[in-house]
């Protein structure tokens, strides 16, 4: 059975840092490709980020490129979302997901974890 769980999510000051955490089961990275979406209020769900190719392949929405960083530990089954330079506009919940391939669109993903709220106050 798969299945995925994000956590680390809580309240930062804008320019601080936050590592989210995924925790996977029922699959490896070599299976499926690990992203990371963000929904903030009133506004769509959007990829952020995504590792794939056992974790040798990474990409990061032009939003966050720079400031955002993804890797895997295979030995632990997870997936780090390290975000650093936080902004008011990152505040929202993110969720991890499970997806074949390497684009990263929700219709591609099959399997979701449930969030964590991440909020950046100004």
């Known amino acids: 059975e798969v299945q995925l769980q994000a956590s680390g999510g809580g309240l930062v000051q804008a320019g601080g840092s936050l590592r989210l955490s995924c925790a996977f089961s029922g699959f490896t990275l070599d299976d499926y490709a690990v992203a990371w979406f963000r929904q903030a209020p009133g506004k769509e769900r959007e990829g952020v980020s995504c590792?794939?190719?056992?974790?040798?392949?990474?990409w990061f929405a032009d939003s966050v490129k720079g400031r955002f960083t993804t890797s895997s530990d295979n030995a632990k089954n997870t997936v780090y979302l390290q975000m650093n330079s936080l902004k008011p506009d990152d505040t929202a919940v993110y969720y991890c997901g499970a997806l074949v391939g390497t684009i990263v669109t929700i219709p591609l993903v099959d399997y979701w974890g449930k969030g964590t709220l991440v909020t950046v106050s100004s």
């Open positions: 590792i794939s190719d056992n974790g040798e392949s990474t």
